[in-house]
């Protein structure tokens, strides 16, 4: 017994003794990195005292303090920021889906700033503007070496005015400049039509409108088209849609989900991680969905296509997205000020991270560049005749009136669906391919 007292209070002692040659160093280290800390603060005090007192003119502290913080911020990645209570009161007027501007979403690569996407209906749409440009100029103003609030900060004024912007774009030799006059930002959030038998979604944005405003017209155009029976699918085009509200990609892609994760999120804790599954409950009951999506498609976009693709609920085409993968927090500050910081990355549900390389289409599909001065060549149809031409031709009498007016109806169809073709050749292939799935039937026979 005593043998077993003395081993047992050696195996404490020995613990003693390890935890105290374990935790010694660290507890130092800790010691040493916090007055690293603290210098560093100091240093930033002398600084910001010698910018007060020696700079040739005065300054404004509490910009000055502004500008140190949004430095900050900005150092860590494109999308943490620092919003003043200007700021702050545009983005949530922005995610209400009403704002003033130009209608861009832009972010800052290598110093330049990027067209994420412009957004449909409004003037930078209108302009011409393209995802994936660079603004370079602003009003003759050089933009490289500002911070990308500054940039955007140059690009905001009043309603009805006029701002040129000058654009860098991949495939055009010189920079060019282009006028576009600033309006307020209405944003619908999803448009919708039918298109032969296609009911066709185009989600714009991700706002506080966007799920309420899906279900209301997915139901509408089903209506219209006379029921779902006379429905052969849908395509939800997601193309030059920058992203916003998280929950409302979930609320888009749980609405075509019956089950199964949607997305989830990790942080720098893998405690603080998130999950999200979809509930039972498809409002295209079932039948066949094409994502559209291109360069321009982000974020909260990439949410829905990546995990609409992955539960091979939808057959995704297009071109590569724009790769956002990362979550930003808005975290009040003091004086109506906040901050936006990176603080999770998020995946889709088969365990992708898209940051940085975007989601894939299962078919890739470029949308041809229109050459503005390339002459439209005609087809003469005057050197070709049909069998109904010739003279004397026997007519087909097999058909009844309204077995010749379904095929005029099919006729007009297809001429509608070469018609789509020049005009947005991604939708028309999407529409083509709803067209194969619905002539195989339902078990694909």
């Known amino acids: 017994m005593k043998k077993f007292a003395m081993a047992a209070t050696g195996g404490i002692l020995l613990g003693a003794v390890a935890t105290t040659q374990i935790a010694g160093p660290l ?32 300054v404004d502290d509490a910009a000055l303090i502004e500008a140190a913080i949004d430095g900050m911020l900005t150092s860590l990645d494109p999308h943490s920021s620092y919003l ?75 309603v009805g005015s006029e701002i040129i912007i000058t654009v860098a774009r991949e495939g055009v030799d010189q920079p060019f400049d282009v006028s576009i006059i600033r309006d307020t930002i209405k944003l619908t959030a999803v448009r919708s039509r039918v298109e032969g038998e296609t009911v066709v979604l185009r989600v714009v944005t991700f706002s506080d409108q966007t799920y309420p ?26 193309r030059n849609n920058p992203g916003g509200l998280l929950n409302q990609a979930i609320a888009v892609s ?42 321009g498609s982000a974020s909260a976009s990439e949410i829905v296509a990546g995990a609409l693709q992955d539960h091979r609920r939808a057959i995704v085409i297009g071109t590569n997205s724009f790769g956002k993968g990362s979550v930003q927090t808005v975290m009040p500050l003091r004086g109506d000020s906040a901050m936006r910081l990176t603080t999770a990355r998020y995946y889709t549900p088969s365990g992708r991270s898209i940051q940085a390389l975007g989601i894939s289409p299962d078919i890739i599909v470029e ?21 109904a031409d010739l003279r004397g031709a026997l007519d087909n009498d097999s058909l009844t009136e309204d077995e ?27 529409i ?14």
């Open 254 to 295: 749980d609405a075509f989900l019956d089950a199964g994760e949607i997305t989830s999120t990790r942080g720098r804790n893998p405690n603080d991680g998130q999950r999200w599954n979809a509930r039972e409950g498809d409002l295209a009951e079932g039948l066949p969905i094409v994502v559209l999506i291109n360069g």
């Open 27 to 58: 507890i130092a280290q800790e010691a040493t990195n916090n007055a690293s800390v603290y210098e560093q603060l100091d240093l930033f005090g002398d600084i910001f005292e010698r910018i007060r007192a020696q700079y040739v003119e005065d």
């Open 84 to 158: 003043s209570p200007e700021d702050a009161a545009d983005m949530r007027e922005a995610t209400r889906g009403e704002f003033g501007g130009l209608g861009i979403e832009v972010t800052q690569e290598e110093g330049f700033v990027k067209v994420v996407s412009p957004i449909d209906g409004t003037p930078a749409a209108g302009a011409g503007i393209e995802a994936g440009d660079f603004i370079t100029g602003v009003d003759g103003e050089n933009l490289f070496g500002l911070t990308l609030d500054e940039a955007v900060e140059l690009m905001r004024g009043p």
């Open 404 to 430: 010749i007016e379904l095929i005029e109806a099919d006729r007009l169809r297809a001429e509608d669906a070469a018609a789509l073709r020049e005009e947005d050749y991604q939708l028309a292939y999407a």
């Open 213 to 238: 405003s899906l279900e209301e017209q997915l139901a509408e155009q089903v209506s219209e088209a006379g029921g779902i029976e006379n429905v052969n699918g849908f395509v939800i085009d997601l």
């Open 432 to 445: 083509d391919i709803l067209k194969g799935l619905s002539a195989l039937g339902p078990n694909g026979e």
């Open 367 to 387: 949308q041809p560049r229109r050459d503005p001065e390339a002459e439209v060549e005609e087809e003469e149809d005057r050197g070709f005749r049909s069998e």
